[in-house]
């Protein structure tokens, strides 16, 4: 079975510092790794995705992801964060071979404040 | 949001009826999805669709029900046998179910049922 954490609730900080949110998978193949973002009363944002290739993705709005085999992580990150970063952030994994309808397993969500 | 519309925005029903949320999409997307989120649960896949005339079960679909007629709409009906039915409904959709589609998902439906 296939699983998701993000250890953290919220994530505060000032704007103009990094933004790190974190993300640690299960899966029993090679992972599927998605995040997203969802503001106030909205769906959600697709911001980038890990299928491959290189383990740093980066994704919309200047946001990256490293994926970390070794640790299972997938780590969000911003460099210097926005007022308007502040939403509610979903990690999502799917699992290889592929999983029935493309199915996702997502994070319980972080909620990010960053203040002015 | 894409080209996923969700209606009505906000749902208010009484206990024992049931209601039916609409979700069409414009992307010619294969796959379709329903998912509930409740706060700090993220989210929760009720039933999803690879085609038309086919669904499936996902992780909570008891007291739902869906049909798929069509390519563009997906429709979620939410049963009086559904026992906590309050809950902010979202549905996606995904141009396939190969492995590396990401969902699209429309902007949501708060039911809310007294």
């Known amino acids: 079975a296939q699983s998701v954490a993000q250890p953290e609730d919220q994530v505060k900080v000032a704007e103009g510092n990094p933004l790190t949110v974190k993300c640690t998978y299960s899966v029993s193949g090679n992972p599927y790794l998605f995040w997203y973002v969802q503001y106030p009363n909205r769906g959600l944002q697709f911001l980038l995705k890990y299928i491959t290739g290189d383990n740093l993705v980066k994704g919309s709005y200047g946001f990256e992801a490293e994926f970390n085999k070794s640790q299972t992580s997938f780590h969000l990150k911003k460099p210097s964060a926005l007022v308007s970063d502040s939403a509610l952030y979903f990690c999502a994994v799917r699992d290889r071979p592929k999983a029935a309808g493309n199915k996702l397993t997502f994070g319980g969500g972080t909620r990010v404040l960053v203040k002015p | 949001d894409g080209g996923i519309t969700q209606s009505p925005k906000y749902l208010f029903r009484k206990e024992g009826q049931n209601v039916t949320l609409s979700c069409e999409q414009n992307?010619?997307?294969?796959?379709m999805y329903w998912y509930r989120q409740d706060p700090g649960q993220g989210l929760r896949l009720i039933y999803y669709s690879q085609i038309v005339n086919d669904f499936q079960k996902g992780d909570i679909a008891e007291g739902y029900s869906v049909s798929r007629e069509k390519k563009e709409s997906f429709p979620l009906t939410v049963t009086s046998a559904q026992k906590n039915p309050t809950a902010f409904y979202l549905c996606?959709?995904?141009?396939?179910?190969?492995?590396?589609?990401?969902?699209?998902f429309g902007p949501g439906t708060r039911l809310t049922v007294t």
């Open positions: 996606a959709s995904s141009l396939g179910t190969g492995a590396d589609y990401e969902q699209y």
């Open positions: 992307l010619n997307h294969d796959a």
